[in-house]
């Protein structure tokens, strides 16, 4: 079995004796793109703290890339980047002028790689404005280009989706997937607005006070916590009471059923069932969004 590229062991976390981490544990395996999620305050930050060797922990170990965060600090962060609510930009310096600057520091040897980023995140037109003059999008965009000036293997970000447009948003998650396809980057993300990291995660830590409740990937949690499916059908067939084929469904307005089934697996014979007296035009799974999973999961670790 191949050694996990992230791994955390029962850490606890206190600020002046108040617990914010109370035993996280997981893995992440390299080339994952991995989501950690729970409510406001439960101690995400915290944790890409950890794993950066920002903070320390009170027990519990870590290790990332086969380094120790305290003792190896300077070296992960020689190999990873990092995207937070802070930026961490030099703002009276223009946006090419601090991409040259944190070129330097992370000893960046492509003198092209500048210009790339600034073409990728689309602020080549903006390159010589300082980037205290940027809005709040631009300045996440240009955080992120200084975030991979290195060509990173390993990626923390926290909301990096905050404060981008719609345009924004689509640029930088398709380059976050670009990246974990092109060179296997491994992505380590915290955000609340979970229709957008569904999109990009293959695998999860749910979290609350300072615990892992969950991890694994999109289907291992949804066999786990999916206790039914609702599979809403367009379809000209009128059930006569309120079972079809032994399963209920509800009239969801007009040529619309709704079916509460055990599992997917009695979608096609459902599907057969009706198609055989009527028409179908489409059937589609609603709860299974990201969403409808995570207050699954929150509901039964209340
Ligand atoms: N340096 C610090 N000193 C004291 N308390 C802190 C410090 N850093 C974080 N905390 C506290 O730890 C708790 C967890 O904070 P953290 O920022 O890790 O949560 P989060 O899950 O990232 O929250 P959000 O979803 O709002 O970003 C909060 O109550 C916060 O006030």
Same mark, same amino acid.
Request: glycine share 8%.
């Given at each position: 079995?191949?050694?996990?590229?992230?791994?955390?062991?029962?850490?606890?976390?206190?600020?002046?004796?108040?617990?914010?981490?109370?035993?996280?544990?997981?893995?992440?395996?390299?080339?994952?793109? #991995?989501?950690?999620?729970?409510?406001?305050?439960?101690?995400?930050?915290?944790?890409?703290?950890?794993?950066?060797?920002?903070?320390?922990?009170?027990?519990?170990?870590?290790? #990332?890339?086969?380094?120790?965060?305290?003792?190896?600090?300077?070296?992960?962060?020689?190999?990873?980047?990092?995207?937070?609510?802070?930026?961490?930009?030099?703002?009276?310096?223009?946006?090419?002028?601090?991409?040259?600057?944190?070129?330097?520091?992370?000893?960046? !040897?492509?003198?092209?790689?500048?210009?790339?980023?600034?073409?990728?995140?689309?602020?080549?037109?903006?390159?010589?404005?300082?980037?205290?003059?940027?809005?709040?999008?631009?300045?996440?965009?240009?955080?992120?280009?200084?975030?991979?000036?290195?060509?990173? !293997?390993?990626?923390?970000?926290?909301?990096?989706?905050?404060?981008?447009?719609?345009?924004?948003?689509?640029?930088?998650?398709?380059?976050?997937?670009?990246?974990?396809?092109?060179?296997?980057?491994?992505?380590?993300?915290?955000?609340?607005?979970?229709?957008?990291?569904?999109?990009?995660?293959?695998?999860?830590?749910?979290?609350?006070?300072?615990?892992?409740?969950?991890?694994?990937?999109?289907?291992?949690?949804?066999?786990?916590?999916?206790?039914?499916?609702?599979?809403?059908?367009?379809?000209?067939?009128?059930?006569?009471?309120?079972?079809?084929?032994?399963?209920?469904?509800?009239?969801?307005?007009?040529?619309?059923?709704?079916?509460?089934?055990?599992? !997917?697996?009695?979608?096609?014979?459902?599907?057969?069932?009706?198609?055989?007296?009527?028409?179908?035009?489409?059937?589609?799974?609603?709860?299974?969004?990201?969403?409808?999973?995570?207050?699954?999961?929150? !509901?039964?670790?209340?």
């Amino acid at each position: 079995m191949t050694a996990a590229f992230i791994q955390v062991d029962d850490v606890h976390k206190s600020f002046d004796g108040r617990p914010v981490l109370n035993g996280m544990s997981f893995t992440v395996e390299e080339g994952a793109i #991995v989501g950690l999620l729970g409510p406001n305050g439960c101690g995400k930050t915290t944790m890409i703290r950890l794993l950066n060797g920002v903070i320390e922990q009170n027990s519990g170990s870590m290790s #990332v890339a086969g380094m120790n965060p305290l003792a190896d600090g300077d070296d992960i962060r020689r190999i990873s980047g990092i995207v937070t609510e802070g930026a961490g930009l030099y703002h009276d310096m223009s946006a090419v002028d601090n991409l040259k600057f944190f070129s330097k520091l992370y000893q960046v !040897k492509d003198k092209s790689r500048v210009r790339e980023l600034l073409e990728l995140f689309d602020l080549t037109e903006h390159a010589n404005k300082p980037a205290g003059t940027f809005s709040t999008g631009m300045k996440k965009r240009l955080a992120l280009a200084k975030a991979l000036l290195h060509k990173p !293997k390993l990626l923390f970000l926290d909301e990096p989706t905050n404060g981008l447009d719609p345009e924004g948003i689509r640029l930088v998650m398709k380059s976050l997937l670009e990246l974990n396809e092109r060179d296997g980057t491994t992505i380590f993300l915290c955000s609340h607005v979970l229709h957008q990291i569904e999109t990009v995660c293959s695998t999860y830590i749910f979290m609350d006070k300072g615990r892992t409740i969950v991890t694994g990937t999109r289907s291992m949690i949804e066999n786990r916590y999916m206790k039914s499916v609702e599979l809403v059908v367009e379809t000209g067939m009128l059930p006569a009471g309120d079972r079809y084929a032994g399963y209920p469904v509800r009239k969801e307005g007009l040529n619309r059923l709704r079916f509460s089934l055990p599992g !997917k697996d009695a979608i096609p014979a459902l599907l057969r069932q009706i198609l055989a007296d009527n028409w179908v035009h489409s059937a589609e799974i609603v709860n299974r969004d990201l969403e409808s999973l995570y207050f699954e999961v929150r !509901k039964e670790h209340a």
